[in-house]
Every structure is written in C-alpha cells, then in structure tokens.
C-alpha cells in the first residue's frame, strides 16, 4: 500500500510493479476468479481495483464499477479501460461511505460485488461487508477471497499492510454480521499453504518474486483439478459466497 509520501515516479514505479505482477500471476488470477463466475450477475462492482487485473477478466457486462482507496490505481484503471463506457471507477473507501455516495451506488443496481485479496487490509472488515451488503440489491451476492489461517501471519503480511487473516469461522461471523447468508464457504489453494508457511512464517521473508509466480503458475493446472474434486481443510486462501436475502 502507498503512502501520502510518495513522488510521482515512486507512484508510478509501483503501478508498474503491480502490471508487472498481474501479467505473471495472470493464470492464477483466473483461478481465483473461476471460484466466483457462476454467481457474478451483469452489474458488478470490484472492491479495490488496483490496477483493472480482475475488471479485464470478467467479461462481457451490463455495469462494471470498479473502486479503490487510492487515487492513482483508480487513475490509472480508468484510462486503461478508458474505451468501454460501461465502465466506472471511483476513489472510496468502502468502509466509511459518504451517504450520498452510498445512495449514488444503490442507484445503480448492483447484483454482485467481488472482493479479492482486499478485506485483509481495511481495519473496519465488519464496516466494508456491511456497507457491500447494504450496496447490493435484495438475492445480490458477495464473493470473497481472503489470506487464511492466522498462524500463517509474518512479515510479508506486516509489509503489506495486512490487519488479519481468515478461518472460515470468523469470516463466517462477518459474513453473517451483515445480515448476508453464506452459500460457499471452503479453503483455496492447499499446495500454497506449506510453501507459505515455509517461505514467509519460517524464513520471515517480506516480499515475493518472479520465481514464486511462475512457480505457481506451473502447479495451477493441478491444484485446479485436484481441489475441483475435493475442498481441501486448509489452503493459502478462504473463498465465501454470500447472498443478500430477498
């Protein structure tokens, strides 16, 4: 996460870095994503966008509001997708929405909004799944994916400006803390626990390279097929799809 600190070319060595990051970790991206497309709807919102990795995946759609809490990502989205005039970004923080922002995005008739690796950073986690719930229309769904395992915490968490991570227990009690009841709720990705474990809680390393990107994109296939079959107990990742009552 930046900070109010940063120069021009400091923000934009970093955009880069994250292009550079969503181009290798590309196929496990749509890994993540194939957990949620069955239930994504045509009026999606993204909650932090970063750099538009998961908006130029999901296709074709009706309304696509992609949202961040930093102004350059939102920037920096918005011209990339500056063609598709379905598109709308803005900068928010969704866990202290202005009412009149709050009433300008019910307008818009969201049945889906997607959360990818983003609630681990908001201190407020409660705050942002209610305000999502309250954002979507009634039967709407919430997909999220969050780091698992608390036990897992390190560096690399502490450097990424991460409050927490996941059990399927206590995201439940935030899921249902919001009034939304869960679908689909499972461990992700149990090969990439123990490499975790191993490279971030034991050797207390602080950042990831190329080698571990394309180390995973090498075991996706596998991992795909495998937890396909059978939901693993543990995994790198908690995956929940939640639903708004009707």
Request: with cysteine.
């Amino acid at each position: 996460m930046g900070g109010a600190a940063e120069t021009d070319s400091e923000v934009e060595a970093r955009l880069q870095r994250y292009v550079l990051y969503d181009e290798v970790n590309a196929p496990y991206l749509r890994w993540q994503l194939e957990q949620f497309m069955p239930f994504l709807g045509r009026r999606v919102m993204e909650v932090g966008v970063g750099v538009g990795a998961i908006v130029a995946q999901l296709g074709d759609r009706d309304l696509v509001v992609a949202v961040d809490i930093e102004p350059p990502m939102v920037e920096f989205t918005r011209k990339r997708f500056a063609g598709r005039s379905n598109h709308e970004f803005a900068t928010l923080d969704i866990s202290a929405l202005p009412d009149a922002t709050r009433r300008d995005l019910k307008s818009k008739s969201l049945d889906s909004i997607v959360c990818i690796n983003v609630l681990e950073h908001i201190e407020d986690d409660a705050a942002a799944v209610a305000t999502m719930a309250d954002l979507l229309v009634p039967g709407g769904v919430l997909a999220l994916l969050v780091p698992a395992h608390p036990s897992l915490y390190g560096p690399y968490d502490k450097v990424e400006a991460h409050f927490r991570r996941y059990t399927k227990s206590s995201l439940r009690k935030v899921i249902e803390g919001a009034g939304l009841s869960v679908e689909r709720l499972y461990y992700f990705n149990a090969i990439g626990a123990p490499g975790w474990w191993w490279q971030y809680k034991v050797m207390k390393r602080d950042h990831q390279t190329q080698s571990d990107y394309k180390l995973m994109e090498m075991l996706v296939p596998a991992m795909r097929a495998i937890e396909k079959a059978i939901k693993p107990p543990f995994g790198m990742s908690v995956v929940t799809v939640a639903r708004k009552p009707k």
